[in-house]
């Protein structure tokens, strides 16, 4: 099998997971009042947003278009991470103020865990594909699964402490730091897409390490 039909078929594992975890995610928000939760749904609809982008990157075009290509692919997925930024930032913010207590999800806690171990699995997989494609819009998209694992295990730790030790705050709080490094990825993803084109002084873009 070619790295570029394993590539897109690594996509559409991740469309498909995140297209079923924003209904997951977001009704066991809701039922438990957590607002992470619902957030970590929003989450979902960004990474299936980027991995369509990255498809859509992946698709057959000349070479004189190619470059177009990449910064818009570029474009569009440093916009999703900074959407995922300002979805955490304000849910966090606004569950703090309110001081909302989330109840218990014993469901939420199960699903998150399978979901971490996926989107790890699925960020490692498609960093590799990635690299040897030389693309760097599909490695970045695989900054964002792995920044996906990285928020379920945030939550997921944060809905163990309000379970056990009664810290509601921990929740708010785990999705203000994915927030802030969502934020961060954004800047660089900019940031690349400024040093990568015709005639600028950088040296290229910055890749996103998994």
Excluded: C
């Excluded at 924003?22 to 957030?39: C, H, M, P, Q, Y």
């Excluded at 304000?90 to 989107?119: C, F, N």
Aim: net charge negative.
């Amino acid at each position: 099998m070619s790295d570029h039909v394993l590539g897109r078929r690594l996509q559409w594992a991740t469309i498909s997971w995140n297209a079923v975890e924003v209904f997951v995610t977001i009704g066991l928000g809701l039922a438990a009042r957590s607002l992470a939760l619902i957030a970590f749904g929003l989450d979902s609809l960004i990474e299936v947003f980027a991995s369509l982008v990255v498809l859509w990157h992946m698709g057959d075009t000349d070479d004189d278009a190619q470059t177009s290509r990449d910064q818009m692919a570029r474009r569009l997925v440093a916009l999703a991470f900074g959407l995922l930024a300002a979805s955490l930032l304000v849910a966090s913010a606004r569950t703090l103020w309110i001081g909302t207590e989330p109840d218990s999800s014993p469901l939420a806690i199960g699903y998150l865990s399978a979901t971490a171990v996926v989107m790890f699995t699925l960020a490692r997989l498609k960093k590799r594909i990635g690299a040897r494609l030389g693309s760097e819009p599909f490695q970045a998209e695989a900054s964002m699964t792995f920044l996906d694992g990285f928020l379920a295990t945030g939550i997921l730790g944060a809905l163990v402490l309000n379970t056990t030790l009664g810290w509601w705050w921990a929740d708010p709080v785990a999705a203000a730091v994915v927030g802030l490094v969502a934020a961060s990825e954004a800047r660089e993803g900019f940031t690349s897409d400024r040093s990568a084109r015709p005639g600028s002084n950088g040296e290229g873009g910055h890749r996103l390490d998994v």
